[in-house]
């Protein structure tokens, strides 16, 4: 179990972990010398039902900041309340902290119990029951105590052991976690990190990240509630001895967290649950400026209420939007503080990890966003538009294993996704139907543009996992691809014999070695005997049966050829990751540089290529709009 003291400065917070523990938790020199907590202290003692972690925190209202950092974790809070001084301005902020962290066990004591009488504090424990009742600590025991007599400390002892005996094992089916609040070097160990583990395990010899810096090092040690162990588990304080490039003391601060290599995914956009304290002066409009503190992490903010102002005493959804990344998890908690550092705001949970800069607040995103938020947060998020929830970023965002879910998948590794069967079998159905329709109003087309099929299904799926479902229903047979055109199997373009005997004269003069350069229309047309216009209708024809593509004005390429541009353009762009220039790709086509320009203008106004300046990059999901790129060694488009 793991006690977090909380309560104003001086009121005998670590005189009480040094009582119950007989460790001195103020380390550092100056504390020392003023007589104040100033950053986080540990201690930890077996009180009778196994070893019991304290984490003691300043008590000033300049290291509010520093106390909700230690907050963070804790399975029980230690509200200590002097009885000479009484309820005090870091008393009331320690406990709204507290409840908007969630925290709900707890024990209040009021302590330096001998310096005061029997009816004074009699009227304190009266004060305390009030100030408890609308928190989530309401009706924890309030026990008197005294560090210096001793008075009380056995009933406090003995109240913990129950608390200790209560406290139930933290799942470790999650992946692990870990907050950081310090990192030192040992002589001899090297680079040391300490904090709770939120979930899962971890053991000597695993690969963890640093997260949000990305530093990857190797467990050597674990040291778990002050003891050696052979894993640290969740729930759990944990010192682990940590070595790899660039790992060093100065490299890993308070605020990242130690993760498994596959939780490494920082955010500074999110979507969360807002509850604003009754005693802010005023609502919270959109891009309210705030601090804001999840775990040991804090950050400067921006905060957009997502449907409507945030009234003080009220709750609702908001975008937080961080100044820097962060690691965190849905579901975390999080204490939103002033840019001043003066006073608490409010607080709550994070709901979505990866929320969208636009359309943020329309109905459909509210309503996932409020599905998040429920038991069976999946389920919930099925049910809501647009009915598909991207598995990886799903289960990574919460730290959960992928699990085998009955919802049907689409597509694999990070764009796989999930759907209800009924929103599967209704795209299935639109799919032919809207094909169907599309065939019944263009009879003459080749077949409905895959973009354009993708935004008129009823169901919407992204990109990469529409790609799949294609394949999917292509592979079946209920459709046919030609190209980044799609067409249901008995929709064929059957041109009249006179017309495609001409066709099937022009297209041995458009491959062969001059593939890359083939006659325009008025070349056709000399070398046939025929008027340019009757060439250009043929090959138009052409066009719409999928067999040839017109990249320029009069210039007509099969499409063959075309997909092997497309692996050619790939290629070059291979050698050039900031971008290619035209030249690259001419000296590779062995054409001219205007007709090479043409074919990347062309590319251009298909996606293909995204242009910038006198520089192009590929776009990897239009690299099959023309059909698969051939893979022949012998082949000048082969990528090896």
């Given amino acids: 179990m793991i006690v977090g003291t909380a309560g104003h400065i001086d009121h005998g917070k670590t005189a009480l972990v040094r009582a119950l523990t007989g460790v001195d938790t103020d380390r550092l020199k100056e504390e020392k010398a003023r007589g104040i907590t100033i950053d986080l202290g540990f201690a930890y003692a077996d009180l009778g039902a196994g070893v019991t972690g304290f984490v003691d925190v300043p008590g000033h209202e300049r290291f509010v900041h520093t106390m909700v950092a230690g907050a963070g974790g804790i399975d029980m809070a230690l509200l200590v309340i002097a009885a000479d001084d009484g309820i005090m301005p870091q008393t009331r902020e320690h406990l709204a902290i507290l409840d908007l962290l969630g925290i709900r066990r707890g024990i209040v004591a009021i302590s330096k119990c001998d310096m005061v009488v029997e009816p004074l504090l009699k009227a304190r424990r009266e004060e305390i029951t009030n100030l408890l009742a609308p928190t989530g600590l309401a009706g924890a025991p309030i026990l008197a105590v005294s560090a210096l007599t001793g008075k009380g400390m056995e009933t406090l002892r003995h109240a913990l052991i129950l608390a200790e005996a209560e406290t139930q094992m933290r799942a470790e089916s999650g992946l692990f976690r870990m907050t950081v609040d310090r990192s030192f070097t040992l002589t001899g160990a090297g680079t040391v990190v300490t904090g709770t583990v939120v979930s899962g395990r971890v053991a000597p010899g695993d690969t963890v990240t640093i997260s949000p810096s990305g530093l990857s090092g190797r467990v050597r040690g674990i040291h778990a509630q002050s003891r050696a162990a052979t894993a640290g588990r969740a729930g759990q304080r944990c010192a682990v001895n940590i070595s790899g490039d660039g790992i060093s003391r100065d490299a890993i601060h308070r605020g990242d967290m130690l993760v498994d290599p596959a939780l490494h995914a920082p955010t500074q956009r999110i979507d969360a649950r807002l509850r604003v304290l009754g005693e802010e002066p005023k609502p919270l409009g959109t891009w309210f400026p705030a601090r804001f503190h999840s775990g040991a992490a804090e950050a400067d903010a921006r905060i957009i209420p997502l449907d409507g102002p945030l009234r003080p005493g009220g709750s609702g959804l908001c975008q937080i939007v961080l100044d820097r990344p962060v690691a965190a998890t849905v579901g975390d908690s999080f204490i939103l503080r002033d840019v001043s550092a003066r006073r608490t705001i409010g607080g709550g949970r994070l709901l979505d990890l990866r929320a969208p800069q636009r359309r943020r607040s329309t109905p459909e995103r509210l309503a996932l966003i409020r599905a998040a938020e429920a038991a069976d947060p999946l389920a919930a998020m099925l049910l809501a538009e647009p009915g598909v929830v991207a598995a990886e970023p799903f289960f990574r965002d919460r730290a959960l294993l992928p699990a085998a879910v009955e919802a049907p998948t689409i597509g694999s590794g990070e764009t796989r996704v999930l759907m209800r069967r009924e929103r599967l079998e209704a795209l ?61 199997p008995g929709h064929e373009i059957r041109l009249d014999p006179a017309d495609a005997d001409l066709l099937e004269r022009f297209l041995p003069e458009l491959t062969g070695p001059a593939r890359f350069r083939p006659p325009r229309v008025r070349d056709l047309a000399a070398q046939f005997g025929l008027d340019e216009r009757e060439v250009r209708r043929v090959l138009k024809l052409g066009q719409k049966t999928g067999r040839v593509d017109q990249v320029a004005h009069d210039h ?35 054409n001219g540089r205007k007709v090479a320009i043409q074919i990347l203008d062309f590319f251009d106004r298909h996606g293909v290529t995204l242009r910038r300046g006198d520089l192009r990059r590929i776009n990897p999901h239009r690299l099959d709009l023309f059909g698969p790129l051939p893979m022949d060694p012998q082949s000048p488009g082969c990528v090896s």
């Fill in 428 to 488: 299935a159905s639109g799919l032919i139907e809207t094909l169907g329709a599309w065939h019944a109003e263009n009879p003459e087309a080749q077949g409905m543009g895959r973009e354009r099929l993708r935004l008129a299904l009823p169901v919407r799926l992204p990109k990469e996992p529409f790609l799949a479902f294609l394949r999917t229903e292509a592979e079946a047979g209920r459709i046919v691809q030609d190209g980044a055109f799609l067409r249901l």
């Fill in 556 to 590: 007509f390429f099969t499409r063959e050829t075309v997909a092997e541009m497309v692996a050619i353009a790939r290629d070059v762009a291979a050698t050039s990751p900031d971008g290619f220039a035209a030249a690259a790709f001419r000296d590779r086509m062995d």
